[in-house]
C-alpha cells in the first residue's frame, strides 16, 4: 500500500524495549515512505527484534540506540530513579530537533515525563502507545519496599504522573480495551484513544523444524524422544519463576519424559537457578537471550512454549510473547489468569490456559500428558496455533491504523 507524497511523515518509533513487533512497524511504515527512525534502549537487557537496516530495507528507515552509559538497574530504587531521570535527558536531547510524529513505547515513566516536558515546549506531536499501565507495576514495588503509610502517597502520586502524560500525549494508543476504563478515572478525551491490540510478524517468526541449528544449542543435553518446554522471555515481576519448576516436576510425576528449557536474563532468571539447585538433577537448562534472527528455530526446537502471568498484573498487562509463541506454530501453555486476552488467544489456538498456581500447573501437566505428549497431536495444535496468529495479525490494517494518527497529528502540526 502506497501513501500519498503530501502525507508522508518523518516519525520516531521510540521503543525503549526494542522489541520484534514495534520493529516491524516501523519497517511497514518506512516501506510506505515515511521517514522513520526507530530507537531503542542501549541498555535494556530482552528479547530483542531486528534492530538494524537489512537488505530490502527501505533507505528511509534508520536505527539507532540511546545510551546512558551505564546498566539499567530496574529493582534498585536509588539507582533505577537516576537512571530514568538520565535516559530522559538523553532520549530528549536526541529527539530536540526533530521535525516530525513521536512514538513512545515502553518508555519507563520518570523517563517519558522529562520527554512529555520536552515535548510540550517544543510543541513536538507525539503518541503514547500504552502497553503498560506503569505506575500500577511501580505501586505494586512500593507497596513490597515500604511501610503502607508511605507506600500509598507513593503510588498516588505515580499515577498522577501517568495520567498526566496521556492527557498531554496527542494521542493514546491502547493494546487492550481494559485501558479505556483507566482513562476515564485519568480524564483522558476519549476522542484522543484508540485501541490497537499487539501482533507479532508472521513473515520473521515462522514454524521451522523441531531439529535445527537451536536445538544442538539448546538441548544438547536431552534425548530426541523428551517432551520439550521452553520459556523464553522476560522474568520480571509479573511472572512467577517458580511455576516453571511446579510444571516440569509435575510432568516429570505424571511420568513424562519432559526437560525444560529457559531463554532468559535477569533478576528472576537468577532466582530460578537458585530454585533449580533445591531440586538437584531436575531437567532444566538456563539460557540468555538469543540473537533476533535466531528467534523462529528457537521457539521451533520446543515441543511446547510456556507463558507466565500473575494475577495483580492481569489487567493493565497482556503478554506480547504469548503473539510471538503463536506466530511459531507451537502448542502453548499459559499460566495466567483466565480474564486475560492472552488466554483467550490460548484457548483458541486449542492450547491450554491454568491459575499460576502450583495446582494450575499440575493441571497443566496432566493436560500435557493427555493431549500434548504425542506428536502428532502437537503438529496439529501447532497448526492451528500459526492459522490463529495468520487470522488475527493482519499488517496492513495495523500500519494504516497507526499511519492514520500519525497523518492527522502531522497536519495538526503543520496548521
Given at each position: 500500500m502506497s501513501t500519498s507524497a503530501d502525507d508522508l511523515v518523518d516519525v520516531v518509533v521510540h521503543d525503549f524495549s526494542g522489541h520484534p513487533f514495534q520493529a516491524d512497524l516501523a519497517r511497514r511504515l518506512a516501506a510506505r515512505g515515511h521517514r522513520v527512525l526507530h530507537l531503542?534502549?542501549?541498555?535494556?537487557?530482552?528479547?530483542?527484534?531486528?534492530?538494524?537496516?537489512e537488505p530490502g530495507d527501505p533507505d528511509t528507515l534508520t536505527f539507532d540506540q540511546i545510551a546512558v552509559g551505564r546498566p539499567f538497574?530496574?529493582?534498585?530504587?536509588?539507582?533505577?530513579?537516576?537512571?530514568?531521570?538520565?535516559?530522559?535527558?538523553?532520549?530528549?536531547?536526541?529527539?530536540?530537533?526533530?521535525?516530525?510524529?513521536?512514538?513512545?513505547?515502553?518508555v519507563p515513566l520518570l523517563a517519558m515525563a522529562a520527554f512529555v516536558r520536552a515535548a510540550r515546549r517544543r510543541r513536538t506531536p507525539w503518541i503514547f502507545w500504552h502497553q503498560d499501565v506503569y505506575s500500577a507495576a511501580m505501586a505494586d514495588e512500593a507497596g513490597r519496599r515500604l511501610p503502607r503509610s508511605l507506600a500509598k502517597p507513593v503510588a498516588a502520586g505515580?499515577?498522577?504522573?501517568?495520567?498526566?502524560?496521556?492527557?498531554?500525549?496527542?494521542?493514546?494508543?491502547?493494546?487492550?480495551?481494559?485501558?479505556?476504563?483507566?482513562?476515564?478515572r485519568w480524564r483522558v478525551d476519549p476522542a484522543k484513544v484508540s485501541v490497537i491490540p499487539n501482533w507479532a510478524p508472521l513473515e520473521e517468526?515462522?514454524?521451522?523444524?523441531?531439529?535445527?541449528?537451536?536445538?544442538?544449542?539448546?538441548?544438547?543435553?536431552?534425548?530426541?524422544s523428551d517432551l520439550r518446554l521452553l520459556y523464553a522471555g522476560t522474568l520480571g515481576r509479573k511472572h512467577n519463576p517458580s511455576l516453571l519448576i511446579d510444571l516440569l516436576v509435575a510432568a516429570r510425576d505424571a511420568r513424562l519424559s519432559a526437560v525444560l528449557s529457559v531463554v532468559s536474563e535477569g533478576e528472576g532468571a537468577e532466582d530460578l537457578r537458585r530454585l533449580a539447585t533445591e531440586q538437584p538433577g531436575l531437567p532444566m537448562t538456563l539460557?540468555?537471550?538469543?540473537?533476533?534472527?535466531?528467534?523462529?528455530?528457537?521457539l521451533g526446537s520446543a515441543d511446547v512454549l510456556v507463558g507466565l502471568l500473575e494475577p495483580e498484573a492481569t489487567m493493565f498487562s497482556i503478554p506480547s510473547k504469548v503473539l510471538t509463541y503463536m506466530a511459531s506454530g507451537r502448542p502453548?501453555?499459559?499460566?495466567?489468569?483466565?480474564?486475560?486476552?492472552?488466554?483467550?488467544?490460548i484457548t483458541a489456538c486449542d492450547g491450554y490456559v491454568d491459575e499460576p498456581?502450583?495446582?494450575?500447573?499440575?493441571?497443566?501437566?496432566?493436560?500435557?500428558?493427555?493431549?500434548?505428549?504425542?506428536?502428532?497431536?502437537?503438529?496439529?495444535?501447532?497448526?492451528?496455533?500459526?492459522?490463529?496468529?495468520?487470522?488475527?495479525?493482519?499488517?496492513?490494517?495495523?500500519?494504516?491504523?497507526?499511519?492514520?494518527?500519525?497523518?492527522?497529528?502531522?497536519?495538526?502540526?503543520?496548521?
Amino acid at each position: 500500500m502506497s501513501t500519498s507524497a503530501d502525507d508522508l511523515v518523518d516519525v520516531v518509533v521510540h521503543d525503549f524495549s526494542g522489541h520484534p513487533f514495534q520493529a516491524d512497524l516501523a519497517r511497514r511504515l518506512a516501506a510506505r515512505g515515511h521517514r522513520v527512525l526507530h530507537l531503542s534502549s542501549a541498555e535494556y537487557v530482552g528479547g530483542k527484534g531486528r534492530l538494524q537496516r537489512e537488505p530490502g530495507d527501505p533507505d528511509t528507515l534508520t536505527f539507532d540506540q540511546i545510551a546512558v552509559g551505564r546498566p539499567f538497574n530496574k529493582y534498585k530504587a536509588a539507582d533505577r530513579i537516576r537512571w530514568e531521570r538520565a535516559y530522559g535527558r538523553a532520549a530528549t536531547a536526541r529527539l530536540a530537533d526533530w521535525p516530525g510524529v513521536v512514538i513512545t513505547c515502553n518508555v519507563p515513566l520518570l523517563a517519558m515525563a522529562a520527554f512529555v516536558r520536552a515535548a510540550r515546549r517544543r510543541r513536538t506531536p507525539w503518541i503514547f502507545w500504552h502497553q503498560d499501565v506503569y505506575s500500577a507495576a511501580m505501586a505494586d514495588e512500593a507497596g513490597r519496599r515500604l511501610p503502607r503509610s508511605l507506600a500509598k502517597p507513593v503510588a498516588a502520586g505515580f499515577d498522577r504522573l501517568e495520567a498526566w502524560c496521556a492527557r498531554k500525549a496527542g494521542h493514546v494508543i491502547a493494546i487492550g480495551d481494559a485501558f479505556t476504563a483507566v482513562y476515564q478515572r485519568w480524564r483522558v478525551d476519549p476522542a484522543k484513544v484508540s485501541v490497537i491490540p499487539n501482533w507479532a510478524p508472521l513473515e520473521e517468526i515462522v514454524p521451522v523444524e523441531r531439529d535445527n541449528g537451536q536445538s544442538t544449542s539448546l538441548w544438547s543435553a536431552t534425548q530426541e524422544s523428551d517432551l520439550r518446554l521452553l520459556y523464553a522471555g522476560t522474568l520480571g515481576r509479573k511472572h512467577n519463576p517458580s511455576l516453571l519448576i511446579d510444571l516440569l516436576v509435575a510432568a516429570r510425576d505424571a511420568r513424562l519424559s519432559a526437560v525444560l528449557s529457559v531463554v532468559s536474563e535477569g533478576e528472576g532468571a537468577e532466582d530460578l537457578r537458585r530454585l533449580a539447585t533445591e531440586q538437584p538433577g531436575l531437567p532444566m537448562t538456563l539460557h540468555p537471550f538469543q540473537p533476533a534472527e535466531l528467534l523462529s528455530e528457537t521457539l521451533g526446537s520446543a515441543d511446547v512454549l510456556v507463558g507466565l502471568l500473575e494475577p495483580e498484573a492481569t489487567m493493565f498487562s497482556i503478554p506480547s510473547k504469548v503473539l510471538t509463541y503463536m506466530a511459531s506454530g507451537r502448542p502453548i501453555i499459559g499460566l495466567m489468569p483466565l480474564d486475560n486476552p492472552a488466554a483467550a488467544d490460548i484457548t483458541a489456538c486449542d492450547g491450554y490456559v491454568d491459575e499460576p498456581t502450583r495446582a494450575g500447573a499440575q493441571r497443566a501437566a496432566a493436560w500435557l500428558s493427555d493431549r500434548a505428549n504425542d506428536p502428532a497431536t502437537r503438529e496439529a495444535i501447532g497448526k492451528r496455533t500459526r492459522g490463529v496468529a495468520e487470522e488475527k495479525f493482519d499488517p496492513d490494517r495495523i500500519t494504516s491504523a497507526f499511519e492514520s494518527v500519525i497523518i492527522a497529528l502531522a497536519a495538526g502540526r503543520r496548521r
